[in-house]
């Protein structure tokens, strides 16, 4: 800590951060353009000038210099001025010299009312343009259907090709040009090809960078109505704002977590929000009659589906995508033991070993933003980037981490963004990638591997191993790559076993290791794996450190006694010293003086190293946004149910194909009364008797829990129906719960959120810890709910014109602290929780999130939202994973018609509801088999043949993408673009021709001979 003087009052400040930094966090406005907490300094916009005096007696006098308070640590006893009237001038001075091309279009700007750029320029005090002569100009890039793109507005502070290039590892962004003419974009139009683009349009302080999925539909930030809310895209759990105009979805904009997300989505959260607004979306209850579905009102759907409930063998199918609300009430209508939790057998056994794993004992999961506090990480079997990708993006950093460590032993600041890039030249933490196929981490990884699922099994039970093996003494423990250049060389050496003892001995070297795996693989052996490591780790590096302990006690303890020792001599006897050699003693004193001494050995104290930590770290991903939570929640698999008697089966936001084939499905649905409750009208839905129009996440509240096991609430960010009167959308708990209580004859008793919750609670303790993840609604603050629409919210009569000309009351939110209104509280002491948006006075872009942090780029000053419900859960005993015994080692061949299928996964494609996005399924990549090259040519197949795989009864044909590395022996199969459940099942492979593409009588003809064939044989064909 450091005490400065800032125009006269005296603080504390944190000596790690800038000047800037410092000031910002005390609430003092220093305008700034090119840094960013998450990117560091460069000093390139010369915004945040202040003047920094020698002492005080300089202060008074008024002699100081100027200087960039981003690229300075505060020291003790510093003085500085923000206000000093020589620093004021020259901040507006820069101002006026960034705007003199800039072509001062905000009232056409779509970045109007959310800009860095606006907010700063009103801080620095220049309101008036001198310049009058020719403005640079430039042509703009076509950079695809998500971001557009207006060179004209840029200042170049530089912070997009930071973060792109620097940050996020893309390479598709730069700069290009000098001086006056640079120009920030790509060597040629296209869409961007890295997962975290969007994050250009909050990182850009100006509007080069926009959101082209908001343009279409556009309307200024002030008249957008927000929640708080939780990205459904994956089970990362990142913390969103969704902002709605018109009753849908216009935008999605990050909201600031310390814990998770920080400052960045992925690009799946940020755009994959486009099936809330699909037109073909049920609204109004439907029922199926005469195989067509038919609208009926809500009053009837609920004696409808009364009366096809009552007295009948219910059973229930949950979802993991659907809230830990909406399962429960299903789970409590149909009775504990006739709840299936959505997942089949296989996904449901992979999310329960995930949730054994991080309950055991010594195992600690770490949140994003600790996983970039490590500097040793093994990627295990799970492609990141594409199925958790914000957990990537933290990888990414965690890569850095051997920089800054050089950076500090040189005395850098780690915020000095250009020194430690300079001192670090490109050196990286060890990051170790297995997987089937290659990665976007390759550029960061120290080896990238690609093997089959059982080879990387394999790998990992013998890095466990040979963790096990090391010495407990740190200093023992050998680089086997140097002791392999010591040895002999023409002894061969086994691949495997020499890639073990390298991630081995760089795990145990390294401060804090981690591992990463998932499901992603359908492998329970894989995750055992990943923790037979962890618990490795922990257990050896817990033993080095006693070790460490037990030396440095030694150590010391003979320091001691040597230093008592030294005291405990008498003085110099000065008559014993005086007296001359004496020849008859056989002494020879120049011999003596030749004489080798071994030197003293060295007295000074030792200290334990406290950055070398005993714990390492392990993060599991699940597939989707409650997997976790509804597998807490327990039920059976989905096979195991449907196999039961049952009459009546009631499914809650499912996408049943994705977890039992379709054909199977509709046999096993037959001569059943099937009752759904979705936000979409999917495929199977042609089996439901009866479809209830659900609510989606933007119009629901409810709570999910994270693959980190973090329990976070999410809001509804508007009422359907105050837009849509006929509509008849209910959250999923609510139809449940009025059908349950109709059915047992009381009144409705849950008529509010935490109604369900505390019902949920009682009967299962596990979970206690949810009700603890946002305020109750009866919450006020200074006797007020949180206002969702900002101050300056307008035009709400004319929304609702074309319905009625008279406004009505604001709809009444009941379940939470939240008021559809701009009627309300706004302001930095609002529960971290149930931060709709970010503003504040003089700050209206995504930076005004300083305001609402303890500290610049820290935490949230209430708290990051979520409760970790692992750290709270009673703690399994600690077990010793063994590797399988002999796993199948089959591979593909062509010859025989045997294929081996491998998980290839897009972070579009994969996921169900973002490719249901209009906008992102343009946007999909055709479906293909992946081959590796090698295998290709050992097969005889190129690129674009067509193979025809049949797995599960079911034939699929697909053409064929050959890619640089695959697993060996194995075919890639595109994850969610082809109904493949169950990929370990034996499949066979043979080549087709392609498929031809007819048109008139002669393609009526040949669709017929199909439809034949088709009935005739149990397979359905999928062909591009």
Known sequence: MAVIHIDGTTVEVDSSDNLLQACLSLGIDVPYFCYHPALGSVGSCRQCAVKQFQNKDDMEAGKGRLVMSCMVAPGDDMYISVTDDEAKAFRKSMVELLMTNHPHDCPTCEEGGHCHLQDMTYMSGHSRRRYRFTKRTHHNQELGPFIAHEMNRCIACYRCVRFYKDYAGGEDLGVYGSNNRVYFGRDKDGQFESEFSGNLTEVCPTGVFTDKTHSDRYNRKWDMQYAPSICHGCSAGCNISPGERYGELRRIENRYNGEVNRYFLCDRGRFGYGYVNRADRPTQALERINDKHVKINIDYALDETIKRIKDKKVIGIGSPRASLETNFALKNLVGFDNFSTGLNHQQQALVNKCIEVLSTEGIYNPSMTDIEAHDAVLVLGEDITQTSSRVALSVRQAAKNEGLKMAAALQTQPWLAEPVKRIAQDTLSPVYVIDVTQTKLEDISKVSVVATPEDIIKLGFKVADEITNLSDDLSEIVDPQAAEQDTDTSTETDGMQALAQQIAYDLIQADKPLVVSGSSLSSTALIEAAAQITQALTQKRAAIKATEQQQVEAHNAKVKAQAQSANDQPEEDKELSAKPNKPETGVDTEVQDDIEREPAENLELKEVNTKYQAQAGIYLTVPDANSMGVCMLGGHSVEELLA????????????????????????????????????????????????????????????????????????????????????????????????????????????????????????????????????????????????????????????????????????????TGLTFSMEGYSGKETPSSMIPFASAAGWNSPQAWNKYQDKVGGHLKNGDPGVRLFDQLERLATRQYVAPEAMSANTTDLQQGQAKLVPIHNIYASSMMASRSPLVAEQLPVAAWRIGIDDAKDWNIAAGDYLAIEIDKQQITLPVQLVGYLAEGCIGYPVGQVSIIHPSMPASVRKVDAPVTMMGSMANDMNNNVAEHMSAAPTTTQEV
């Open 644 to 815: 039961t008697d049952y009459d009546v089966v009631v499914v809650a936001e499912n996408q049943l194909t994705d977890a039992i084939d379709a054909t199977k499905l509709t046999q096993l649905l037959t001569d059943k009364t099937v009752i759904a409750l979705d936000h979409q009208l999917l495929d199977w839905h042609k089996d439901v008797d009866i479809v209830l129009p659900a609510a989606s996440f933007a119009e629901a509240d409810g709570t999910l829990i994270s693959a980190e096991g973090r329990a976070q609430r999410f809001f509804q960010v508007y009422d359907n129906n105050y837009y849509h009167p006929m509509s008849s959308i209910k959250e999923g708990w609510r139809w449940i719960h009025a059908v349950h209580s109709s059915i047992e004859g009381r009144d409705v008793d849950w008529t509010q959120l935490d109604d369900v919750i505390n019902a949920l609670i009682a009967t299962h303790p596990k979970l206690a810890g949810i009700k603890g993840a946002a305020p109750e609604a009866d919450y006020r603050i200074t006797g007020l709910k949180i206002a969702r629409q900002p101050r300056r919210y307008s035009g709400r009569t004319a929304m609702r014109a074309p319905i009625s000309v008279h406004e009505p009351m604001q709809p009444k939110d009941l379940d």
